[in-house]
């Protein structure tokens, strides 16, 4: 942990309060990572869920028949919220890829409720839970001039502390979360009541025990 402290106050530029994760020089992103699973789950058989879709980037190049996106607006095949879609869910996924409202809050709700319908050995991946700089992190959004990971990475310091999930973070397309649920008797923990008013620097102080791996390490934690 000592080490990789070490790298990030290297690699975070004080002056203009970014981190440096070099994203352009990764050579795989969050398509890649969702199909591997998808391979690893059923393959063409897989049930597959999506929620967030925009423009149907990776739903449309997901390589299963079987699949079902959420979004309020635009892509997928479901025009409604999130909360709407699972709350009246009956159907066991393989697969599900959370990428819709980029707050905390709602990310959260996203990832208990997915939990409650992921199939044994199923896998749940969340996107942006890497922010660089205190922009790409404000709620709400502040423009459109930039990515935006809003703060999602407060669920996934809750999920590093759970309980019965298995959960790590690719180093690759501003930071996918991996997460395997492997008993029913899981516990993710409610750090709210600190989390809701933190800002960048929170996430900065608690990076060093997010659970970072690189694809490599990622294809064999997948197995």
Not at 150 to 159: F, N, P, Q, S, T
């Amino acid at each position: 942990m000592d080490l990789k402290r070490s790298i990030y106050k290297k690699i975070y530029n004080s002056k203009d309060g970014n981190i440096d994760w070099k994203w352009h020089k990764k050579k795989f992103n969050r398509i890649a990572l969702v199909n591997r699973l998808i391979e690893k789950t059923g393959g063409l058989n897989s049930n597959y869920l999506e929620i967030g879709c925009d423009q149907n980037e990776l739903f449309d190049s997901i390589t299963c028949y079987n699949k079902i996106g959420v979004d309020p607006v635009s892509g997928g095949t479901h025009k409604m919220t999130s909360d709407d879609f699972f709350k009246d869910n009956k159907k066991k996924f393989n697969v599900i890829f959370i990428d819709g409202l980029h707050e905390y809050s709602q990310v959260r709700k996203d990832a208990l409720n997915s939990l409650d319908c992921i199939d044994e050995n199923g896998w749940i991946a969340f996107h942006d839970f890497l922010p660089a700089n205190y922009l790409e992190q404000h709620i709400p959004r502040l423009g459109n001039g930039w990515p935006w990971t809003g703060d999602c990475w407060k669920l996934a310091y809750e999920l590093s502390q759970a309980k019965n999930i298995e959960f790590k973070i690719v180093e690759i397309d501003r930071g996918v979360g991996l997460m395997r649920k492997i008993s029913a008797d899981y516990f993710v923990p409610d750090f709210s009541d600190d989390l809701l008013k933190s800002e960048f620097d929170k996430f900065l102080e608690i990076l060093d025990e997010l659970p970072l791996c690189n694809f490599d390490e990622a294809i064999s934690f997948i197995g």
